[in-house]
């Protein structure tokens, strides 16, 4: 952080890891907390280390049906990241981002015979293991 935010005891952080500010306190200052915000930190206006996006619903519906042949070996892929093509506000908390890097490195053994494919389930993978390092460097959840 470059700066404290404006009126620090009304900030607060979400189960997400982001900042949010108790905007029902008569005295808070919605405008001057995300006007500091959008410039707070180096890692950008959420205080995001890495962003991706999880892809397309062709992609998420791909990448389901493609894990769903071994339920039980992606339950954090499947129930949690793939298990819809839209996120709003979703997040991993840090104990299902260590889940979520066993299943990762179980990615490796996923392959498709066609090569188009093969090259967005290892993107899918590097991207994943990024994030996952990320929020386990810092000890953040995962938020979508």
């Known amino acids: 952080m470059r700066k404290p935010p404006p009126q620090p005891k009304l900030v607060y952080i979400e189960p997400s890891g982001q900042l949010s500010l108790k905007w029902d306190a008569p005295q808070a200052d919605q405008h001057s907390f995300y006007d500091w915000l959008a ?3 180096d890692h950008g206006p959420m205080g995001e280390l890495v962003s991706h996006r999880p892809g397309n619903f062709a992609l998420i519906g791909f990448l389901r049906e493609l894990l769903a042949d071994t339920p039980e070996r992606f339950p954090v892929l499947l129930t949690k ?15 299902e981002v260590n889940h979520l890097a066993v299943e990762v ?3 490796k053994s996923v392959h498709s015979h ?8 290892r993107h899918f993978e590097q991207q994943m293991l990024e994030l996952v390092q990320a929020a386990q460097s ?4 995962i938020a979508f």
């Open 81 to 95: 990241v793939l298990y819809d093509g839209g996120h709003a506000g979703d997040h991993l908390a840090l104990d």
């Open 105 to 107: 490195e179980l990615l």
């Open 138 to 141: 810092v000890r953040k959840p």
């Open 39 to 41: 410039n707070a930190c």
């Open 114 to 121: 066609q090569k188009d494919n093969e090259n967005l389930i």
